[in-house]
């Protein structure tokens, strides 16, 4: 019961952010078109017009329909710092909300260049391994929430990411409340480890260099 209740308001919260967007008044974006890798990542081109820096696009990693473990495998998935679509190559700039939810892969790397993790992108993830590169800039609400299996994560970033509410969390049926996974060790630069667990004070315990 509990995970249909979160299930609804991650749905929630999604379709408010997809209409909201966050985009300035007059501003529009729209998706343009997708391409699927031979990894089953799928890339979307997103268009943004009527901005305040001017009109620009930027993909997106909004799927993932690879491999998974079934028990006795290992799945390591590398989300890449660049990809072709319709013969252009793209930056790729964000791991969309939903992306690896339910997953069961081993490892994730995510290549420099991508600067955002989205809502719950990695919810529920079988991995027990996430690589974030030092270009990270933002970690969204819930993104890794109930990843009961994850052991590291490996931040690249010298400066502490922003992060949302309830990231590295999971939830205790037998207490009623979420708590911060105390399984988990986030692995920082050692020149930034002051300044992580001062950013990310709710998570200093499980903060490592």
């Not at 991508?114 to 996430?130: D, K, L, P």
């Amino acid at each position: 019961m509990r995970k249909k209740i979160l299930i609804f308001a991650l749905s929630a919260i999604i379709v408010i952010a997809a209409f909201a967007g966050g985009c300035a008044e007059g501003q529009t974006e729209e998706a343009v078109t997708s391409v699927t890798d031979d990894a089953g990542l799928t890339y979307t081109l997103f268009s943004v017009k009527g901005s305040p820096q001017g009109d620009y696009s930027y993909v997106k990693v909004t799927a993932y329909s690879g491999k998974e473990d079934s028990g006795n495998t290992i799945v390591k998935v590398t989300v890449p710092s660049e990809v072709t679509i319709d013969g252009t190559v793209h930056k790729v700039n964000v791991v969309g909300s939903l992306v690896f939810y339910e997953k069961n892969v081993s490892e994730v790397e995510i290549s420099e260049g991508v600067e955002q993790i989205e809502s719950f992108a990695f919810g529920y993830c079988g991995a027990t391994t996430v690589t974030l590169p030092s270009t990270i800039k933002k970690i969204g609400e819930y993104a890794f929430i109930n990843c009961n299996s994850l052991r590291k994560i490996n931040l690249n970033a010298t400066i502490p990411p922003e992060i949302g509410g309830y990231v590295f969390m999971f939830y205790r049926e037998d207490h009623n409340v979420y708590e911060v996974n105390s399984i988990l060790q986030i692995k920082v630069p050692k020149s930034a480890y002051d300044a992580y667990k001062s950013a990310w004070s709710e998570y200093e315990k499980i903060i490592v260099k």
